[in-house]
């Protein structure tokens, strides 16, 4: 599972929109797009700080619970400038 399939389903599970996400957050409603399509890095930028806010997170916890859910040793994020 790629950090942008967790964020989606993190988002989900709090049943909000990408739109009220993008109003929560301030960041574009695109970037959130495109950054749960792996299109976009979000490690890269500020782009996860306000994203585990919403969640009620720390950036750490938010990423420890996705290496320790998916069993993954390191992110799994695809480079946007190499996309499949």
Known sequence: MS???YLRQLRARRNLSLR?????TGIA???LWRIE???VDPLL?????PIAKLHRQ???TL???????????????R??????
């Open 3 to 5: 950090i942008g399939t």
């Open 20 to 24: 009220e996400m993008s109003h929560k």
């Open 29 to 31: 409603h695109s970037t």
């Open 37 to 39: 399509r792996d299109q």
């Open 45 to 49: 930028g500020a782009h996860l700080f």
């Open 58 to 60: 720390s950036v750490v």
């Open 63 to 77: 990423l420890r619970n996705y290496l320790t859910r998916t069993n993954e040793r390191k992110i799994n994020v």
């Open 79 to 84: 480079n946007a400038r190499n996309p499949r």
